[in-house]
Nanobody
């Protein structure tokens, strides 16, 4: 059974930082690209970032480019998202997502088949 468990969210002031983690199990994590997506209150899912299976290739949404860094540790089956210079508009529930096809790094939600339960990130003074 595929499981994705996010952690690391919380309340942070504008300009602050958080590091999210996603522990994966039930599939061969090292074979798959992985993504982070988020959902702000009252909004749909927004793709945030993706990383290839080996960790050498990354992509970011324009809204987070230069502030967020995605990474992974295949030995620990864990995906990370380092978020710096946080803004109130980054407030959302953040999910890690497994694609249906192992190499997918796009922002199309119908190309993903598993998401975790999410972790809340609130950016507010």
């Amino acid at each position: 059974e595929v499981q994705l468990v996010e952690s690391g969210g919380g309340l942070v002031q504008p300009g602050g930082s958080l590091r999210l983690s996603c522990a994966a199990s039930g599939f061969t994590f090292s074979n798959y690209a992985m993504s982070w997506v988020r959902q702000a209150p009252g909004e749909g899912l927004e793709w945030v970032s993706a990383i290839n299976s080996g960790g050498g290739s990354t992509k970011y949404a324009d809204s987070v480019k230069g502030r967020f860094t995605i990474s992974r540790d295949n030995a620990k089956n864990t995906l990370y998202l380092q978020m710096n210079s946080l803004k109130p508009e980054d407030t959302a529930v953040y999910y890690c997502a497994k694609p249906i096809m192992w190499a997918t790094m796009t922002g199309e939600m119908n190309e993903y088949d598993y998401w975790g339960q999410g972790t809340q990130v609130t950016v507010s003074s």
